[in-house]
């Protein structure tokens, strides 16, 4: 069974930095796709950042340049570094794994990101 386990999350002022940890075990994390998501309240779940197994990233623009994606394969983990965190970050943070051998995306069960103004 796949089990992705977020951490790092918690409360943060205006300017701070954060890192999220996803663990992921019961699947090949090595050749997986993961991502990280979040959702705000009111609105719908964006992407945040992408990373392939071969470790190309992408951001949402609003991310760029401030948060940091990365894996871990020896770890089975994936990270998000967030720096210079902005009140509208506030949101709980998910992340997802593609097994992109049988097309299944499995998620996290978030973890909540709050920054003060």
């Known amino acids: 069974q796949v089990q992705l386990v977020e951490s790092g999350g918690g409360l943060v002022q205006a300017g701070g930095s954060l890192k999220l940890s996803c663990a992921v075990s019961g699947s090949i994390f090595r050749i997986n796709a993961m991502a990280w998501y979040r959702q705000a309240p009111g609105k719908q779940r964006e992407l945040v950042a992408a990373?392939?197994?071969?470790?190309?990233?992408n951001y949402a623009n609003s991310v760029k340049g401030r948060f940091t994606i990365s894996r871990d394969n020896a770890k089975n983990t994936m990270y998000l570094q967030m720096n210079s965190l902005k009140p509208e970050d506030t949101a709980v943070y998910y992340c997802?794994?593609?097994?992109?051998?049988?097309?299944?995306?499995?998620w996290g069960q978030g973890t909540q990101v709050t920054v003060s103004s």
């Open positions: 990373i392939t197994s071969g470790g190309n990233t």
């Open positions: 997802k794994s593609t097994d992109g051998r049988i097309y299944i995306d499995y």
